[in-house]
């Protein structure tokens, strides 16, 4: 499967990811004509003169290995303007405060990341005032019932971590319009690679870089994607002057270089994810398996219409205790137990067992099931994989 985006109709989405072609290097003026975007530690940068601001003065506020990589992402996204953080939360952080006053107004799915549920309950509600309308978002009637004039953030997670539960982006942009309200999209689990949400009307796209776009989970950061000039002005102030939140100039290389493999690596978590699922979904101390590619699951239209793929991640319900669950996970040798997600090696996570306390939510967002596994398929071979989980089960 290859993804186009209809905004970059020059170049083909894998071309795009590899950065060949006219749009792909920004070279340093006067400097040499890098295939690779160099890495750029310099904090500050020589004045041509008092008259005359160069384009890369100070690197807080402009790093020419930045300015590759937040071009490139921009790109691949199929938007104008994109910014690089420091974390996915900054990413999101930063996008909530330039978007939204205090007490301002939001209406956030119920489905987030429990960092993203942290930051909107006790950041943003409680330090700021804001009122949040958690809902569940897989309804876009519910969006409706909550979105009014006064509302200036509609935020949903598609698919979601750690349920994989889905929102019909169009249809909440649609809402979203009627109310002026910004529409932000966490398309993180999806990747740039099987989801394009300013197709298909948010406006704010945000990714945790950490996860598939580095790839390699040796990275932290986030990148935030438009197509708003004032929205991208507004991000920007915040990014660089007002909130000092920007990406590492070796990071940015580090993402830059995962990017280039992104296609490859997608198409075979996406084909290793839907083995996985498929294999649990026969097992018979698995309950429910939560994939977005399965026929079972609840939402497969959708995701077979918004998405082109079903990218890597999925989470399944196991027909045991705690301590039989906690068997089968010291029982794995190829899945590694761990938070994050993304890379190209296997994870597994129970939250329920590794991050108790962000499992135990307030009763505004969804319940995450005591029971509930979390799996990024990495891209070893699949066969391995089946046989790491029936080794491992009991
Ligand atoms: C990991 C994650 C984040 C947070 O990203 P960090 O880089 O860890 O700050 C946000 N959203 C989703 C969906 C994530 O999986």
Redesign the pocket.
């Known amino acids: 499967m290859t993804r186009d985006t209809n905004r970059s109709p020059e170049h083909r989405f894998r071309t795009l990811a590899v950065g060949s072609g006219p749009n792909g290097i920004r070279p340093v003026e006067g400097g040499p004509d890098d295939v690779i975007p160099p890495l750029h530690l310099s904090t500050t940068f020589e004045w041509a003169g008092s008259d005359e601001i160069t384009e890369h003065a100070y690197s807080r506020e402009s790093n020419p290995t930045r300015v590759a990589l937040e071009d490139q992402i921009a790109r691949l996204e199929g938007g104008e303007h994109g910014l690089v953080f420091a ?6 952080s930063t996008t909530m405060l330039s978007l939204v006053p205090p007490g301002g107004h939001i209406v956030s799915s119920d489905s ?2 429990s ?2 549920e942290k930051l909107l309950t006790e950041i943003l509600a409680g330090h700021f005032g804001i009122d949040i309308d958690f809902i569940d978002a897989r309804d876009p009637e519910n969006v409706a019932a909550v979105a009014d004039s006064d509302t200036d953030l509609i935020w949903v ?1 598609t698919p ?2 750690p349920l994989i539960r889905l929102c019909d982006v169009r249809s909440i942009a649609d809402i979203a319009q009627d109310h002026n309200a910004a529409f932000g999209v ?1 398309s ?2 999806a990747s740039p690679y099987f989801q394009a949400p300013l197709d298909l009307g948010a406006d704010v796209v ?1 990714h ?4 598939y776009l580095n790839g390699h989970s040796d990275s ?3 990148a935030v994607i438009t197509d708003d000039d004032a929205a991208f002005e507004n991000l920007a102030f915040s990014q660089q002057t007002g909130l000092g939140n920007m990406l590492a100039p070796f990071d940015c290389y580090l993402v830059a270089r995962g990017i280039k493999t992104l296609p490859t690596r997608m198409e075979d978590h996406e084909k290793n994810a839907m083995a996985v699922a498929r294999f649990l979904e026969d097992h018979d101390w698995v309950d429910r398996v939560h994939y977005p590619g399965l026929e079972s699951h609840p939402q497969h239209d959708l995701a077979a219409e918004q998405m082109s793929g079903y990218s890597g991640m999925l989470s399944f319900e196991f027909d045991g205790t705690l301590a039989e669950i906690e068997a089968f996970v010291e029982g794995l040798d190829i899945f590694t137990p761990g938070a ?3 890379g190209v090696e296997s994870l597994i996570e129970v939250p329920s067992l590794m991050i108790p306390d962000e499992v135990d939510h307030g009763p505004a967002t969804a319940e995450v099931p005591e029971n509930l596994v979390r799996m990024s398929v990495g891209i070893e071979d699949v066969d391995d994989l089946r046989e790491d989980l029936r080794t491992a089960l009991p």
Do not use: H
């Open positions: 974390s996915g939360m900054a990413a999101i987030v990341y960092g993203t997670e979601s971590n966490d993180t689990f945000v945790s870089t950490t996860k932290t950061g986030g994050s997600l993304g």
